[in-house]
């Protein structure tokens, strides 16, 4: 699968899953693929929630994996990291 359908593909899911965090007072941001790996910034209530490891590992992560083959890991990147 080419970089850019690997991109759409993620897109699509993310934008499944944003009515959930947006109902919880939170978001996420698509920031970059690469390499197998998803780089997202969680938005608004998901950066301080105590569910947050459990919402991008068991939720987000979980679900990409398992969508799109080529995607290996789902990380969170943080302002400071930018």
Do not use: H, W
Request: with cysteine; charged share 30%.
């Amino acid at each position: 699968m080419e970089d850019l359908q690997i991109v759409e593909e993620i897109k699509k899911i993310l934008n499944k899953i944003r009515p959930y965090l947006n109902s919880e007072g939170g978001d996420l941001e698509f920031l970059e693929y690469k390499d197998g790996i998803v780089y997202i910034k969680m938005l608004g209530a998901c950066v301080d929630c105590g569910s947050l490891d459990s919402t991008l590992k068991d939720g987000i992560e979980a679900l990409l994996v398992e969508n799109v083959p080529d995607v290996i890991e789902v990380r969170n990147v943080l302002d400071s990291e930018l």
